[in-house]
C-alpha cells in the first residue's frame, strides 16, 4: 500500500525566512511524485511533477527535489502571499487508472 | 477555459437523501477522480474513471456511486446520505499519465 507522509503538520514563518517541507514516501515502484498548494476554501493547483531521483524543478520562490525516500519543497524567502496548504502526492507504477495517493499536507504561514 | 467545473458549490442533506453532484471537464482530459478531504485524513480517492466507459472503485467507494456520462463528465450520487458523508468533495481530470490533475473548486456537503 503506497504511503505519504508530510512534515511538520504546521509551519509559521517570517517573510523572507526561508525553510524547507517535506513529503516521505513508500511506494513499490514511484512513476511520479506530485506537489499541489490548496488555498483555504478552493480546489488544490498544481506545483510539479518529479520522476526519479536527482531530479529538481523550481516555480518563483519554490524549488522540490527528490531522492528515492522523500521530497522537499524548499522555499526561498516566502512572502505572506504564499501561505498556503501544501500537498504532496504520489503515483506507483503498477497503480491502475493513474490514481494518486495523497499525504495529510503542511499548512504554511508566512507572516508580513 | 473553465477546467473543471463542479456544482453545486454547497449543500445540505438530511440523513437519508439522496443527491448527486456533478463534474465536468473542457479539457479533453482521459481520467476523472472524485475525491474527498477530511480534517486530519487528507485527500481519499472515491472513485474513478480513466477513460469513458470505465468506472472503478477507489479507497472509499461505500455509499457512493458514479457515472462517467461522457468524456467531459462525470457525476458522484450518493443514494442515502448518512453524517459520515459530510466532506468537501473534488472532482479531478488528468489528460495523460504522469500529468498533474486539474481540480475543481470542490463542493462542501452537510448531512445533517
Known amino acids: 500500500e503506497d504511503q505519504v507522509t508530510q512534515s511538520p503538520e504546521a509551519l509559521r514563518l517570517q517573510e523572507g525566512e526561508s525553510s524547507s517541507l517535506n513529503c516521505s514516501y513508500t511506494?513499490?515502484?514511484?512513476?511520479?511524485l506530485f506537489w499541489y498548494r490548496q488555498d483555504p476554501g478552493k480546489g488544490p493547483e498544481f506545483l510539479f511533477t518529479?520522476?526519479?531521483a536527482g531530479e529538481e524543478k523550481e516555480k518563483e520562490r519554490l524549488k522540490a527535489t527528490l531522492t528515492k525516500k522523500e521530497s522537499f519543497l524548499h522555499i526561498t524567502a516566502p512572502k505572506p502571499e504564499d501561505s498556503a496548504t501544501y500537498l504532496c502526492?504520489?503515483?506507483?507504477?503498477?497503480?491502475?487508472?493513474?490514481?494518486?495517493?495523497f499525504g495529510e499536507g503542511t499548512q504554511l504561514t508566512v507572516n508580513p | 477555459n473553465a477546467g473543471v467545473t463542479q456544482t453545486p458549490k454547497f449543500q445540505v442533506l438530511k440523513t437519508g437523501q439522496s443527491m448527486t453532484l456533478q463534474c465536468a471537464q473542457d479539457?479533453?482530459?482521459?481520467?476523472m477522480y472524485w475525491y474527498r478531504q477530511d480534517p486530519g485524513m487528507g485527500l481519499r480517492l472515491i472513485y474513478y474513471?480513466?477513460?469513458?466507459?470505465?468506472?472503478d472503485k477507489g479507497e472509499v467507494p461505500n455509499g457512493y456511486n458514479v457515472s462517467r456520462l461522457n468524456k467531459r463528465e462525470f457525476s458522484l450520487r450518493l443514494e442515502s446520505a448518512a453524517p459520515s458523508q459530510t466532506s468537501v468533495y473534488f472532482c479531478?481530470?488528468?489528460?495523460?499519465?504522469?500529468?498533474?490533475?486539474?481540480f475543481g473548486s470542490g463542493t462542501r456537503l452537510t448531512v445533517v
Open positions: 479539457m479533453n482530459h482521459n481520467s
Open positions: 511506494v513499490s515502484g514511484l512513476r511520479g
Open positions: 479531478a481530470s488528468r489528460r495523460d499519465e504522469g500529468d498533474g490533475y486539474t
Open positions: 502526492a504520489v503515483q506507483a507504477w503498477e497503480t491502475s487508472g493513474s490514481r494518486l495517493t
Open positions: 474513471s480513466a477513460s469513458e466507459g470505465t468506472t
Open positions: 518529479l520522476y526519479s
